[in-house]
Structure formats: structure tokens, C-alpha cells
């Protein structure tokens, strides 16, 4: 049983004259997940956003690190079984789908 308590995610974009970064962190709490969208371009002020998820939206969540130790996992096996599929959160912060 692995669990996602927390995850950071950074993207900086090196363009002049406005160089933007976005940053987005996942949190998990009692209640279920909350995903902080911030997105600074140059000077401006930061803008976030931020989206809550109830644990049950979020049953079989796969983000990054879990992805990455479940394809490790596969891979070992050498098996892959069909219609695999995850709930999983984008780059955006809005629920999907993960298709192995």
C-alpha cells in the first residue's frame, strides 16, 4: 500500500524578456488531495490556483513517483495486463486518466 503524501513539480522557461515558472504541489490530507497552481511570467505577480479532490475521486491515484515504480515493476515482470488504467492529475491540476 504506497501513498502519495506530497509532491513538487518545477518548470522555469528561460525567455527573454519574460521568463516564466510554474510550480504545482500536491498535498494529501484526511480529506483527500489539495493541487496549488502557481504561474509567475517575468515581473508579474504570482497567479495560483488551487483544487480539492475527496479521497474517493481519488481512489488508485498514480501520480509521478508511483507511475515510475509501477512501470519498474512491470517491467520485472515482463508482463503487461490489459486495460490498465489509473486516475492520475495533469499538469493543469485537473483529475484524468493514466493508460498503461
Do not use: W
Amino acid at each position: 500500500q504506497l501513498e502519495t503524501l506530497e509532491q513538487e513539480e518545477q518548470e522555469c522557461v528561460e525567455l527573454r524578456p519574460h521568463p516564466t515558472e510554474k510550480r504545482t504541489h500536491i498535498v494529501s490530507h484526511q480529506h483527500g488531495m489539495t493541487v496549488t497552481k502557481t504561474l509567475q511570467e517575468g515581473e508579474a505577480e504570482p497567479q495560483c490556483q488551487s483544487f480539492c479532490y475527496s479521497r474517493a475521486k481519488l481512489r488508485g491515484l498514480l501520480l509521478e513517483g508511483a507511475s515510475l515504480l509501477l512501470l519498474r515493476v512491470l517491467a520485472r515482470r515482463q508482463t503487461m495486463p490489459a486495460d490498465l488504467v489509473f486516475p492520475a492529475i495533469n499538469t493543469e491540476g485537473d483529475l484524468c486518466t493514466s493508460s498503461y
